[in-house]
């Protein structure tokens, strides 16, 4: 089965979207996934599913989110293989302890954040890789007038925020489980990455 990362959007930040850990794991499990692992509190799951639609399984973990704490959550899904592939595309590398990378569900469209001239919110800078927007605040993201930009786009709505040490734990939990296949399942080949095209401010 695959391993998937899945990302919650805007739970246990304050407000009263709040939902414990244990009970997360145990909706998981009720929707199919295998081997729940929940990683701090602001909604970050590895687990193993044998749905092959990230998109249906997106809406099906939201809606059974949503029955049982009575509010809606977005849920970002990615693949082992498509989180690795985040990491390796990181145009900040050089100073990842000030970076964050804000996950969408679906491609971004050319201009869904042409309005941002990332030249008014110097030093920090953004760049967008077709899911992904990476972030490198030096100031720190609580007090970002770029990252609020960037998340006031419409294209953003449903994104969700994480720093890149979250981002490398998520990695590790998901790379150290391998694929896990169901009994008697005929091997396949592994899944190519998609090519990624770089928009940058």
Not at 58 to 67: G, N, P, T, V, Y
Request: hydrophobic share 50%; aromatic share 4%; with cysteine.
């Amino acid at each position: 089965m695959p391993t998937y990362v899945a990302l919650l959007r805007g739970i246990n930040v304050g407000g009263s979207k709040v939902i414990k850990m244990a009970d997360l794991r145990a909706i998981l499990t009720a929707g199919g996934c295998a081997d729940v692992e929940t990683y701090i509190q602001s909604g970050n799951a590895v687990f193993a599913h044998a749905s092959r639609s990230p998109a249906k399984l997106a809406a099906d973990l939201e809606q059974r989110i949503a029955k049982a704490t009575g509010f809606t959550v977005p849920v970002v899904l990615r693949t082992a293989d498509e989180l690795a592939a985040v990491i390796a595309a990181n145009p900040f590398a050089a100073d990842v302890e000030h970076l964050h990378i804000m996950f969408v569900a679906v491609p971004l469209a050319a201009d869904a954040l042409a309005a941002i001239d990332g030249k008014k919110f110097a030093p920090e800078q953004w760049s967008a890789v077709e899911r992904e927007v990476y972030l490198h605040l030096p100031g720190g993201i609580g007090n970002s007038k770029l990252a609020g930009t960037v998340m006031k786009a419409k294209a953003m709505a449903a994104a969700t925020a994480r720093n890149w040490r979250t981002v490398l734990t998520l990695d590790e939990m998901a790379r150290r489980r391998g694929t896990v296949k169901p009994a008697g399942a005929k091997p396949t080949a592994a899944p190519g990455k998609p090519a990624r095209g770089r928009r940058r401010s």
